[in-house]
């Protein structure tokens, strides 16, 4: 089965910060995807790479960058970050079949 | 892009009756229509999915249906049990490649005895 970590797993900060989530998947796949999770919203893309130095825009990009080093390591930069960007942050992977398998999780606070 | 409704965002059943859950989306080229499951402090995790060559695909307790022309999907499980409650989320796959998903707001089941 395909393992997703993701760290930090909590994270606070204050408007204005830098924040960095990582997210290493080991299973060699090719996409690995940024989602946040809101009550109401269900799971929102944020981001998306299909291999090492590729970087797709998904459906709710603004305030974020991303970053994919290796084809492993996935990161997600809030460079400014807001109050708005509170929320349950996933990453995961996908390779050769269409299942995503989601890592644990970042909750994170900006005050 | 595409868009994906879910309803209804909450559902109560009684243990041993069928819960069913709907979807609809915009994109008719959308392809593939996956169902996950999110227990509480949990990830999202694939339980059935269904592609547009098919109008029924059954995994146990789990029934999804998909009608093409009307751009709706559902799923469907019977004889629902405690473990059965979550949150789960449909979602649509715009692209023929499966290079990204397009989620529903989710519905939250709950089972009771």
């Known amino acids: 089965e395909a393992a997703v970590t993701q760290s930090p797993r909590n994270k606070v900060t204050v408007t204005g910060g830098n924040v960095t989530l990582s997210c290493r998947q080991t299973n060699s796949h090719n996409y690995m995807y940024w989602y946040r999770q809101d009550t109401g919203h269900g799971l929102r893309l944020i981001h998306y790479?299909?291999?090492?130095?590729?970087?797709q825009i998904g459906d709710v990009p603004d305030g974020y960058k991303a970053t994919r080093t290796t084809q492993e390591d996935f990161f997600l930069l809030l460079e400014l970050a807001s109050p708005s960007q509170t929320s349950l942050y996933f990453c995961?992977?996908?390779?050769?079949?269409?299942?995503?398998?989601f890592g644990p999780g970042t909750r994170l606070t900006v005050l | 892009g595409e868009q994906v409704e879910q309803l209804p965002s909450i559902l109560r059943v009684q243990e041993g009756s069928s819960a069913s859950i709907n979807c609809s989306y915009e994109d008719s080229a959308s392809n593939y229509f996956p169902w996950y499951k999110q227990e509480p402090g949990e990830n999202p995790k694939l339980i059935i999915d269904i592609r547009s060559n098919m109008e029924r695909k059954q995994i146990q307790e789990l029934i999804v249906l998909l009608d093409k022309k009307a751009k709706r999907f559902s799923l469907h499980i019977t004889d629902t049990q405690p473990g059965d409650s979550a949150m789960y989320f449909c979602a649509a796959s715009p692209s023929s490649s499966f290079s990204k998903l397009v989620f529903g707001q989710g519905t939250s089941l709950s089972v009771v005895p």
């Open positions: 790479s299909y291999g090492a130095g590729n970087l």
């Open positions: 995961a992977s996908r390779g050769a079949y269409a299942e995503q398998f």
